[in-house]
């Protein structure tokens, strides 16, 4: 069975500091690992996957993720958060080489500062 | 617009009373999926289309029905809802090409309270 934890419910962060969201997968086999972006009242929106090669992913809006196959970790980063990056951030697993039947984890509510 | 449709956005209902959620998509993709998203526990799947006609269970069927005559809809149906089936749900869709890793698209969501 394939799981993932993110750790942190909330993360604060001021704008302009760099930020980390966290992300650790469990899985029986080579993953694909994504992020996606929820907006108040809005469904989620793709941001960035790792499916194979360079370990560091780059993605929508700035954000990068590093896979980290040691570790079973795919962190969310971004160099200098903005204020309407505040969000709730998904991270999610398949062992499926389609990208279908993801696994998420339980979101992390991402709050910046002015 | 590529998209993905889901209606209603909300609905307040009671215990018993069928309803459907429809779900659409412009994309012409085979892949569809209903998730329910409750606090704490992120995203579950609750059923899933690789195609037209071939449905499956996700992690969390009990109490949904679905079905996927056409490429484009997949409606997700509560024979009789219980008050544990207050969520938000979504449904997402994606080419199912192997090898890729396709992104999903999700639709809007459809606010569920069961009364």
């Known amino acids: 069975a394939q799981s993932v934890a993110q750790p942190e419910d909330q993360v604060n962060v001021a704008e302009g500091n760099p930020l980390t969201v966290k992300c650790t997968y469990s899985?029986?086999?080579?993953?694909?690992l994504f992020w996606y972006v929820q907006y108040p009242n809005r469904g989620l929106q793709f941001l960035l996957k790792?499916?194979?090669?360079?370990?560091l992913v780059k993605g929508s809006y700035g954000f990068e993720a590093e896979f980290n196959k040691s570790q079973t970790s795919f962190h969310l980063k971004k160099p200098s958060a903005l204020v309407s990056d505040s969000a709730l951030y998904f991270c999610?697993?398949?062992?499926?080489?389609?990208?279908?039947?993801?696994?998420f984890g339980g979101g992390t509510r991402l709050m910046v500062k002015p | 617009e590529a998209q993905v449709t889901q209606n209603p956005r909300y609905l307040i209902t009671v215990t018993g009373k069928k309803l459907t959620v429809t779900c659409s998509q412009n994309?012409?993709?085979?892949?569809m999926s209903w998730y329910r998203q409750d606090p704490g526990l992120g995203l579950r799947q609750i059923y899933y289309?690789?195609?037209?006609?071939?449905?499956d269970k996700g992690d969390v069927p009990e109490g949904y029905k679905v079905s996927r005559k056409e490429k484009r809809n997949f409606p997700l149906i509560l024979e009789s809802p219980s008050p544990n089936q207050t969520s938000l749900y979504f449904c997402?869709?994606?080419?199912?090409?192997?090898?890729?890793?396709?992104?999903?698209?999700f639709g809007p969501g459809t606010r569920l309270t069961v009364l």
């Open positions: 997402a869709s994606s080419f199912r090409t192997s090898g890729r890793g396709n992104e999903q698209f």
């Open positions: 899985v029986s086999g080579n993953p694909y």
């Open positions: 790792y499916i194979t090669g360079d370990n």
């Open positions: 999610a697993v398949t062992l499926n080489n389609a990208g279908n039947m993801l696994t």
């Open positions: 994309m012409n993709h085979e892949y």
């Open positions: 289309s690789m195609n037209v006609e071939v449905t």
